[in-house]
């Protein structure tokens, strides 16, 4: 569906569209990719990327594709050694291999959010790491935050709301937090609706 304007649209719009996004649910973000005639496909990043810069230049976001240089080979096997390249569709987040960066890290070692982006990042380069070197950068990222914890993600929208409630009301029980969550949301869904109402003709 060509995007239809029904009203000017700015930079500074589109970030309290943004903002206000992360507060929605994944199925929520899907729908509005659809009605936007856009690709529903994607986690709440893409999601939401994809809406926005639709939105502000009215061309559709492709999906970033990984180079087959970042593939594993059907019918190879590809057993964790510190050589051993981490390739998509022989690489998983499991037991084996936590328990193989435990062996050549520490204990201390779990799977983190910015692993996975790392890994990401390298994949869509099309230069896969070895076990041997996202060792090394875990390390390294793991002492540097032990000093400067890393900025909470904008997709953790729960998460955030959570801590930030706490820091304000930190006798708050549970059921008390999820009101406050479950208001908080009504209110993005409101925004969101309003301001894509004021931006695009959306075809129910």
């Known amino acids: 569906m060509p995007l239809t304007r029904t009203s000017p649209i700015n930079n500074n719009t589109i970030k309290s569209l943004k903002e206000n996004l992360y507060f929605l649910h994944v199925n929520e973000l899907r729908h509005i990719n659809k009605q936007l005639s856009l690709s529903n496909k994607g986690n709440k990043k893409t999601l939401i990327l994809r809406a926005t810069h639709y939105l502000l230049t009215g061309q559709e976001l492709s999906c970033p594709k990984f180079p087959k240089e970042s593939y594993a080979q059907p019918g190879m096997a590809y057993e964790p050694t510190d050589q051993t390249l981490m ?54 990222e793991y002492l540097r935050r032990q000093n400067s914890a890393a900025p909470p ?52």
């Open 87 to 140: 390739l998509i569709k022989a690489y998983k987040n499991d037991l084996k291999n936590r328990n193989f960066f435990k062996k050549i890290i520490g204990n201390h070692f779990h799977f983190t959010a910015y692993g996975i982006d790392w890994l990401n990042d390298q994949w869509l380069q099309g230069t896969p790491p070895t076990y041997h070197q996202f060792a090394n950068m875990w390390q390294q």
């Open 153 to 204: 993600k904008k997709e953790w929208a729960y998460i955030n709301f959570v801590q930030n409630h706490l820091q304000h009301h930190p006798m708050a029980h549970r059921k008390a937090i999820d009101l406050a969550w479950k208001q908080k949301r009504e209110q993005c869904i409101k925004t969101v609706q309003k301001i894509l109402n004021t931006l695009v003709l959306i075809q129910q």
